[in-house]
């Protein structure tokens, strides 16, 4: 008897498309468009494998795969959508996913995986769930022991856990905060685990690289939030040390609500990024008495990648996720057991920021399933020509920041219209939606 595959999607045209395709791949197949008949299909019968859509109207294929879970942990299951956004990328491979897929399919790739899961879970079976020394799992630990969401560090090891749990307990700091740390450190993906950590949706988080702080950028950003009745600002000083006088004493005078911000009548805070110690740049002259006593609040260290290199790997393969999606690939190829350990002894200079360079760099060039040592080594040599220099993260800020501005001009335009807006823009709501709860 041939292995049996079970097919979730409510898309008749595209759900003939797949039966038809493992079919003639000498699978057998049984396809559902109803997800309480292929969950109870399911349940009857044993399959080898699970592919489903995610956005279907009575349930998404995220809750799909929770719940056949519950009743057979080790069937593999490979999700198939139109279009997926980073996040839910990552929560699936969290959730035990073992492929992701983008339309218009590879049948080869989808093919190819299908039979690598089957393999792989037959294998667990055979070996009481130990993985052999010479095979590539299937699965990628990103959940960590937490008890809340941390995506900036997989917090595998006990320096970066350590960090999170810090960074928990800071989660209502009143005023200001400092966050001290190496070159390239992911500060911007840190403070928004930091404000997601708040209870509150009705804030607002402003991040700010240093020729962005100034009067005519502030001003209106603190209008709206009275317009808006929001419960707090907070303002990320992304680039603290390297502030112009004129920019030091204005986040002075914002902080302490003084001359014409003493109107000023929502909570303010700051974050501070910084890549030298305070003592030492206030010994320096780098920061004046005032910005040093307005620092020297709450403090917390991001650790540098080499000191948690455990997380890498994982960390490598998120950074996966996003570049499949910013080179609109159809599928998000995994980091063999070579490249993770070769992830792992490198020194990371550019911590973050240079590791995801090097993925990006690795997925423009490389299009295969597995990436391995071998892959990274030879994108060091070479950048993809495609992309910006990703360790420039000022140039990345600024453009950033004109995708904001200018999505929020079209909004305007558009009478505050939201879906029009995004129609004009060739973006999904959700993004817009993003963009504008931004600032």
């Not at 049984?30 to 008949?37: G, L, M, R, V």
């Not at 009705?202 to 929001?230: G, S």
């Amino acid at each position: 008897m041939g292995k049996s595959i079970l097919i979730l999607d409510d898309d008749v045209d595209f759900n003939s498309l797949l039966t038809d395709i493992f079919s003639q791949a000498n699978y057998d197949v049984f396809s559902e468009q109803d997800p309480e008949q292929a969950l109870k299909l399911f349940e009857e019968q044993g399959f080898d494998l699970v592919v489903t859509d995610q956005k279907m109207p009575n349930i998404s294929g995220a809750d799909f795969l929770r719940r056949i879970k519950t009743i057979r942990k080790e069937v593999p299951v490979i999700m198939v959508s139109g279009y997926l956004d980073n996040e839910t990328i990552r929560d699936l491979i969290k959730e035990g996913v073992g492929g992701v897929f983008l339309k218009p399919l590879n049948v080869f790739s989808l093919l190819k995986r299908t039979a690598e899961l089957i393999e792989e879970s037959q294998n667990d079976v055979s070996t009481g769930g130990d993985e052999p020394e010479n095979r590539v799992s299937a699965k990628t630990e990103y959940a960590s022991s937490l008890p809340f969401k941390f995506r900036s560090y997989p917090c595998k090891s006990e320096v970066s856990a350590s960090f999170a749990k810090k960074l928990f307990s800071l989660r209502n700091f009143k005023t200001n905060l400092l966050l001290v740390g190496e070159k390239g450190i992911a500060f911007k993906g840190i403070c928004e685990d930091l404000r997601g950590f708040s209870d509150s949706g009705n804030e607002f988080f402003v991040y700010l690289i240093n020729d962005q702080v100034r009067p005519e950028r502030l001003k209106p950003i603190i209008e709206k939030a009275h317009e808006q009745m929001v419960e707090r600002i907070t303002f990320v000083l992304l680039e603290a040390q390297g502030m112009a006088q004129a920019e030091k004493d204005l986040v002075v005078k914002i902080a302490r609500k003084e001359e014409e911000y003493g109107v000023m009548e929502i909570p303010v805070r700051m974050i501070f990024c910084l890549q030298d110690d305070l003592d030492t740049l206030y010994e320096r002259g780098a920061i004046d008495e005032n910005l040093y006593i307005l620092m020297g609040t709450s403090e917390a260290r991001p650790p540098a990648l080499r000191e948690c290199p455990e997380d890498i790997p994982i960390l490598g393969q998120q950074y996966v996720v996003d570049a499949v999606t910013e080179k609109n690939l159809i599928s998000v190829p995994r980091i063999d057991k070579t490249g993770r350990n070769w992830l792992k002894e490198q020194s990371w200079p550019d911590n973050h920021v240079g590791l995801r360079e090097l993925i990006s760099n690795t997925v423009g060039r490389i299009q295969e399933d597995l990436l391995s040592a071998e892959h990274f080594k030879a994108a060091m040599t070479e950048k993809d020509p495609t992309q910006a220099d990703l360790s420039n993260e000022m140039f990345l800020d600024i453009l950033e920041t004109t995708r904001d501005d200018y999505s929020r001009a079209m909004l305007i335009l558009c009478n505050g219209n939201r879906e029009q807006a995004s129609r004009a823009l060739g973006i999904n709501g959700k993004l817009l939606e993003n963009i504008l709860s931004a600032r």
